[in-house]
Each structure stands twice: as structure tokens, then as C-alpha cells.
């Protein structure tokens, strides 16, 4: 009988690991490598807030209706596991990013990776998976199995427009990117990924 993870969406990514040590002392995994756009949204969600609604029609952006307030956004990142740190996904951002990325006439390379993070909360049930190193024959390299169930294992931590945006176009959405992902260390709590979002996206 089949795995039962076969009948899940999954997907395998071929990735590089460095433990990289914090001056603090703390060593943490990280891994990179290439996934697609479409790979990335099958394993992976954003921790948005909700309760904001955009009119991304007017230049620039006008918020139609509020949700938490500032307050209680800051305060919620006090909180572990902290639920949702990012603003919710502007549509036209994610149209620009698609015609830029997919105008034939102009070379366009994206470059820059995206960073995810695992899921701890999720992956330490049954709603989520993330496999087993399997080693490749590269030095330090594995293929390693996401899959998703009720939920998604990874977090998208920065880069959810360029990962919509690439998505949204059939030339983009299956072009492999580069990825980097936190994973497999018990030190990766959803405060500390939100902490790494902040520092990321503020400097």
C-alpha cells in the first residue's frame, strides 16, 4: 500500500545545508536551493493579518476597512506562536511584479531569494510534514519532502509578492527561483521567525 503522504500535495526540493552559529552561541540550519513559484504555494502559506481591505485601483492605496489596530499587531508579536505578522497580499503589487517579470520584450532575471521558515506548530502534528534529510552525494546537499495536509509546512517569511507575482503569469509559475529556508531546529519559533521577517523587511 502506498504511502500515505503520496496522496498529499508534496513537493521535493534538492538543498544545500549550512549551520551557520549566531555570536550568542546558537547554531542554526539553514538550507537553500531552487523552487518554483507553484512548488512554493503548494507547501507554503503567509502569516498575514486579516481584517484590512485595499483599493489598490488608487495610487497609492487606500485601506477600505481597518482590523487589529497597530497596538494589537505589535502586541501579537509578543505572543508564541505568534499567528500573523505580515500585511495582507496587495493585488496590484502582484500584477506589476507579473508584467515585469514576464515582458518578453526586456530581460528580467529574478535574482534575489525568497525566504521561508518551517511551520513548528503545524509540523508537530499530523497536518503538515517536513521529511527526512536524504542525502544526494553532494557535500552537505539532501532532497528533503514537504507536504502539505490541513495545513502547509513553511512560512512565507519575505517575498510574497515576487512569489504571487511570478506565480500569476503560465511564463513565471513554473521557473525555478532561489529559495532559502529555515528549518529543523526546535530555536526556530514563529516569535523568532517574525523577529527575522522584522529585522529583514525594516533593516
Do not use: C
Not at 41 to 61: C, H, M, R, W
Not at 92 to 103: G, L, Q
Amino acid at each position: 500500500m502506498a504511502p500515505l503522504e503520496l496522496f498529499m500535495p508534496y513537493v521535493d526540493a534538492v538543498l544545500q545545508r549550512y549551520d551557520y552559529e549566531i555570536p550568542e552561541g546558537t547554531i542554526y540550519p539553514i538550507f537553500s536551493g531552487f523552487l518554483s513559484p507553484d512548488e512554493i504555494l503548494i507547501v507554503s502559506k503567509v502569516p498575514n493579518f486579516e481584517g484590512y481591505e485595499y483599493d489598490d485601483n488608487q495610487t497609492p492605496a487606500v485601506i477600505l476597512s481597518v482590523g487589529d489596530s497597530h497596538q494589537q499587531l505589535a502586541a501579537n508579536l509578543l505572543v508564541n506562536p505568534t499567528e500573523d505578522w505580515q500585511r495582507p497580499l496587495s493585488s496590484k503589487r502582484k500584477v506589476t511584479i507579473s508584467e515585469i517579470y514576464s515582458d518578453v520584450g526586456n530581460k528580467r532575471l529574478m535574482a534575489n531569494p525568497v525566504l521561508l521558515g518551517e511551520d513548528r506548530v503545524v509540523t508537530a502534528g499530523a497536518d503538515a510534514n517536513i521529511g527526512n534529510h536524504q542525502a544526494t552525494g553532494g557535500i552537505d546537499q539532501y532532497t528533503i519532502r514537504f507536504t502539505a495536509n490541513q495545513e502547509k509546512p513553511l512560512l512565507i517569511l519575505d517575498g510574497q509578492h515576487r512569489i504571487y507575482g511570478l506565480a500569476h503569469n503560465a511564463a513565471t509559475r513554473g521557473k525555478k527561483i532561489p529559495v532559502v529556508i529555515l528549518l529543523q531546529s526546535a530555536d526556530y519559533t514563529k516569535e523568532f521567525l517574525a523577529q527575522i521577517f522584522t529585522e529583514v523587511t525594516t533593516g
